[in-house]
């Protein structure tokens, strides 16, 4: 290994396995700091990691085959009127083509850890989507009334 600098390891991991290691990165620091709080209280900062980190992986990505799913998917978190010890939050699902205008980037309003984690699972793992039509027969029963399912890939 000897005269192999960091950048040709580097192209020697694949982009999936170079964000989970960030991804495993983050998550240690963030338990180092709880850790070495005193009091049992972590003060969380406001931090752009989970952005960069998606727009790293996700937005700028250039490996990418030509055809390639170019749609991205963003959790919005809105916080509902409620409990101020116990906040109530409202999750949507945004969707957005890679190269367009109104990408919520740097939205604080988006969960940006969660989007990493769903962009994450749908661009990179094989599933299979199944979306169903049906009406309720009985207050317990639903009748399929048409069914399609399709691959990821």
């Known amino acids: 290994m000897a005269g192999l600098g960091a950048k040709d390891i580097l192209r020697n991991v694949t982009a999936l396995e170079q964000l989970i290691e960030e991804i495993?990165?983050?998550?240690?620091?963030?338990?180092r700091q709880c850790l070495?709080?005193?009091?049992?209280?972590?003060?969380?900062?406001g931090t752009t990691y989970w952005t960069d980190l998606f727009v790293r992986h996700f937005l700028f990505q250039t490996d990418r085959s030509t055809d390639a799913d170019?749609?991205?998917?963003?959790?919005?978190?809105?916080?509902?009127k409620g409990s101020r010890y116990i906040p109530?939050?409202?999750?949507?699902v945004e969707v957005y083509r890679r190269d367009s205008r109104k990408l919520p980037i740097g939205d604080p309003d988006i969960d940006w850890e969660e989007t990493?984690?769903?962009n994450l699972i749908?661009?990179?793992?094989?599933?299979?989507?199944?979306?169903?039509v049906?009406?309720?027969?009985?207050?317990?029963?639903?009748?399929v009334l048409r069914r399609h399912s399709q691959a990821s890939r």
């Open 24 to 31: 495993n990165f983050q998550r240690a620091k963030e338990m």
């Open 36 to 45: 070495m709080s005193k009091d049992g209280f972590v003060m969380v900062q």
């Open 70 to 80: 170019d749609l991205l998917f963003f959790i919005r978190k809105k916080q509902l």
């Open 88 to 92: 109530k939050y409202q999750t949507e």
């Open 116 to 118: 990493v984690y769903l």
């Open 122 to 132: 749908i661009h990179q793992f094989d599933y299979t989507l199944t979306l169903a």
């Open 134 to 143: 049906c009406t309720r027969t009985s207050p317990k029963d639903l009748q």
